[in-house]
């Protein structure tokens, strides 16, 4: 199979999941402080979210990699986010909140790592990788400009949000049940890749477990952006532009995705991963200085690294590290322990931050991460006295 017949069958599924991307990661946050629940409370809220994420990849990820099919459980993840979404919004109580929220979460957190995992196997170590990417990310701006600008079912209450991510994940159902399951398979139809890489054993390489620890600083610095920077513009600056700062980043991804692949090769994976977590620092540090409308417009800008090139560059590590038949554990180590842990944490704690120090201090602490992470690199390189490239 190539390019074009992996796009043909594997295209509707991906900008169905990303249009219910387009609702869930800009929306989620508000949807959630609008059921009443002060910043604290939302932040811990949020971090049952993403603790809930982080088991989801594992469970789904072990069964595709055991029974080698990624199709029954995709489906089985919409279904899970069409049964949550509503009774979240229906009901105000902590403890029933974080119940469905985590329902919610396992099917939302599970759905990218599996997609990731599918499209990488056919594609195989040499496969352009953003290129295919790109359509989901043109797929969220479509969904989030489409909402800023609805009259149709505003995304101003919880109902309605949760009327949103109910018919985006039913449209992804539907467009998932549709596909042949030799078309989501390991080892039904695949590319060969050209360097015929064939490396099996344990994935717990040292050069793993730095890449791992880069990418988890790297996401946790982002928290800040990826919980609270919807509840910052709206209750901060008073701007009615949620879908539209979303959609400016996503915009600012594209391009910088379209081309990764050519500047991974040239530069590596890891190396980039580093530049792009300390793009992250520069991002918050715009935040803090300049909380007005443009300076938030600039750091959005900042996402063609922060993402456009941090997430082919981390896919690229994960796939240059795992074997095939790792990959659904592997994307699902990045997913849950690369970005649903340190989001975790980084919700709970800027929940607490900006209820007691506000949205400044808030992005201004967080830049210390992309320190640590920029250090342990060039502590690494010290020590083997060699680049860390893969």
């Known amino acids: 199979m190539d390019y074009n017949d992996l796009m043909a069958h594997l295209v509707f599924p991906l900008i169905t999941t990303f249009i219910m991307y387009g609702v869930v990661t800009p929306y989620l946050p508000i949807m959630v402080r609008s059921l009443g629940y002060s910043p604290s409370t939302v932040g811990i809220l949020l971090g049952v979210f993403e603790g809930a994420g982080i088991a989801g990849p594992f469970l789904f990820g072990f069964f595709a990699d055991r029974w080698g099919q990624y199709k029954p459980g995709l489906i089985v993840m919409y279904v899970l986010m069409i049964a949550s979404a509503l009774p979240l919004a229906l009901f105000f109580s902590p403890l029933i909140s974080a119940l469905f929220l985590a329902v919610l979460a396992i099917g939302f957190r599970s759905a990218i790592p599996m997609l990731d995992a599918v499209i990488t196997i056919n594609l195989g170590k040499n496969g352009n990788y953003g290129k295919i990417r790109t359509v989901g990310s043109a797929s ?8 800023q600008w609805t009259h149709f079912l505003r995304p101003d209450t919880s109902f309605n949000i949760a009327l949103w991510i109910t018919i985006s994940a039913a449209l992804a159902l539907v467009s998932m049940s549709l596909i042949p399951s030799k078309y989501t398979g390991r080892g039904k139809v695949t590319i060969t890749p050209k360097d015929g890489n064939t490396k099996t054993g344990s994935i717990w390489s040292p050069l793993f477990i ?37 959609a400016i980043s996503s915009l600012a991804e594209v ?18 991963l580093v530049f792009t977590t300390l793009m992250v620092g520069v991002r918050l540090g715009i935040y803090a200085v ?26 690229a590590f994960i796939s240059g590290s795992v074997p095939p038949e790792r990959r659904a554990m592997g994307m699902s180590l990045y997913l849950s ?17 900006i209820e007691h120090w506000g949205y400044r201090l808030l992005f201004i602490s967080y830049t210390v991460f992309p320190l640590i992470a920029m250090g342990i690199y060039f502590f690494m390189i010290a020590k083997t006295r060699r680049r860390c490239y893969l």
């Open 140 to 147: 969220f701006i479509v969904m989030v400009l489409f909402l």
């Open 290 to 315: 300049f909380p007005f409308k443009p300076g938030v417009i600039a750091a959005q800008l900042l996402h063609s690294f922060c993402y456009g090139l941090f997430h082919p560059a981390a896919v």
């Open 210 to 246: 730095m890449g791992l620890v880069i990418i988890f600083l790297s996401r946790l610095a982002m928290a800040p952006v990826n919980g609270f920077l919807s509840m910052y513009v709206t209750e901060e600056l008073h701007w009615d532009a949620t879908g539209l700062i979303w």
């Open 337 to 353: 322990l690369g970005t649903g842990l340190p989001t975790l944490l980084g919700n709970i704690m800027g929940g607490f931050i």
């Open 255 to 272: 391009p910088v995705m379209y081309i990764s692949w050519r500047l991974i090769r040239r530069f590596g994976a890891l190396p980039l």
